[in-house]
């Protein structure tokens, strides 16, 4: 009967074999794959995690090579790594395959929108963050003043004075090194003339004090210079 004897759905001489890696990573976005292994029996195929799912869950033996198994990886929405596994069983054996999967990169930002005093200063901005990031700053009147954040999540900059007329727009953004992941915070300082109008009412509020006072004491001068 040749090297092989078919019994049922049985190969004699053909033992459960799988042939490829026994782990493999994926990025957060997810993919697919594909498991090869050959058999002389009934198999069967499952993972142990809802974000992994194989095409199919058992099969029959094949004459022609070995069986090909795929299998698909749902994306990462979780800041966090995860892994499951695969396990192909047949003839009384089974093989464990290692799926493990990176984490949803992100950046966040506790404002994106702060609008600050026309004095010199320095802000702190709170940032959450588990990925490498690059930092680009617009306005020459902002500046990074750690050149490492003061915890995990704050990171200092200095403002200067806006000595000009009209408040002032910039911006910090935040950009992943590794990935598209990138959040911008906006800034708004005030200009001059909040405190110039002060100081003008202010000058006014005294000057007509004065006036009044004046023009009450020459009223009365020229009452009592009448009697």
Known sequence: ??????????????????????????KAEGGSGTLRFTTGEKWTASSSADWISVTTGAGLPKDDGPIALGYKVEPNESPEKRSGTITISSGGKSKLITINQNEKSFLVLED???????????????????????ITITG????????????EEELSFSISANTEIGSRHGKITFEGKENNVSTTINIEQKGLPNMLLHQAYGVYDEMKKIYTHNDTETQYGMIESNE
């Open 140 to 151: 020459d009147w902002i500046s990074q003043t750690n050149v490492k954040a003061l915890t």
């Open 1 to 26: 009967f040749g090297a092989l004897l078919a019994i049922g759905c049985k190969e004699v001489g053909k033992e459960f074999t799988y042939e490829g890696e026994e782990s493999f990573s994926f």
């Open 112 to 134: 994106q929108y702060i609008v600050i005093d026309e004095i010199e200063q320095v802000i702190t901005i709170k940032l959450q963050s588990n990925t490498p990031y690059d």
